[in-house]
């Protein structure tokens, strides 16, 4: 069914010729990656030599917030949790696999509207400064996973924040995937709450990414991802009916 359906791109014949839904979402995954990381971590390090903010987001708020070291553990859930969320919740049939495609899709348009908003309007998270200069007291646990993300991350990149966008993006399909589970859905939705509060108490965001994080993805589900969920069900109706 899947190579009936229109907008399904070429880039994913192999990882569709998968037979196992592990080896179909790990080779979905490699894609992903071989293209978004390249392309965010170049232009995250061009903005930073570039070295320009044309609008400082900071607030009161943001000053007032208090940084929590432990809750880069929270933060990094991005990585080790919500990416990783079809692994759990996609289901195994070939409706499951389309929709795991267009989520792929979707994360490359997500990043493309982003990076190109990086670009246009770059801004330094100058809040970083806070965690630095709390580095000295900090436990060599956390401090370990600081300084792993600023040696990749640096200080640029602020809004809309990917970070809340992108786990926004795999929470709203996992809630798709597992409406028989309430318990989960629940669950999932108040760690995504969790994690995007994460990005100020690590003084990895402003309050504006965070809130501009959120709001990217309404145009994008109500003009890209219903659209093309739409043709999946059509395209399953018509397979049914014929």
């Given at each position: ?82 990416y990783p969320l079809p692994l ?45 200069d709390g580095a000295d007291t ?105």
């Open positions: 069914m899947s190579d009936e359906i229109p907008g399904i791109w070429k880039i994913w014949n192999f990882t569709k010729s998968r037979k196992s839904n592990v080896g179909f979402l790990l080779s979905m995954a490699a894609i992903d990656v071989a293209i978004l990381a390249p392309f965010y971590v170049i232009i995250n390090h061009l903005m930073s030599m570039r070295g320009t903010t044309v609008f400082d987001p900071v607030t009161s708020m943001d000053l007032a917030i208090p940084f929590m070291a432990w809750t880069v553990v929270i933060y990094l859930s991005l990585f080790y949790l919500f759990i919740s996609m289901p195994n049939s070939q409706r499951g696999r389309n929709e795991a495609l267009i989520l792929s899709q979707s994360m490359i348009l997500l990043f493309v509207i982003s990076n190109t908003w990086f670009v246009l309007f770059p801004a330094e998270v100058h809040l970083r400064t806070q965690a630095v900090m436990h060599p646990f956390f401090l370990s996973m600081y300084e792993g993300l600023w040696s990749i991350d640096e200080p640029y990149s602020a809004w809309p924040s990917l970070h809340v966008s992108s786990a926004l993006l795999f929470t709203l399909f996992a809630i798709r995937w597992w409406k028989d589970w309430p318990v989960r859905q629940w669950a999932i939705g108040i760690w995504w709450v969790l994690m995007s509060l994460s990005i100020l108490t690590t003084k990895q965001h402003f309050i504006l990414d965070l809130i501009t994080g959120m709001l990217v993805m309404w145009p994008i589900w109500k003009w890209y991802i219903q659209p093309a969920l739409d043709r999946v069900d059509i395209a399953l109706s018509d397979e049914v009916s014929s």
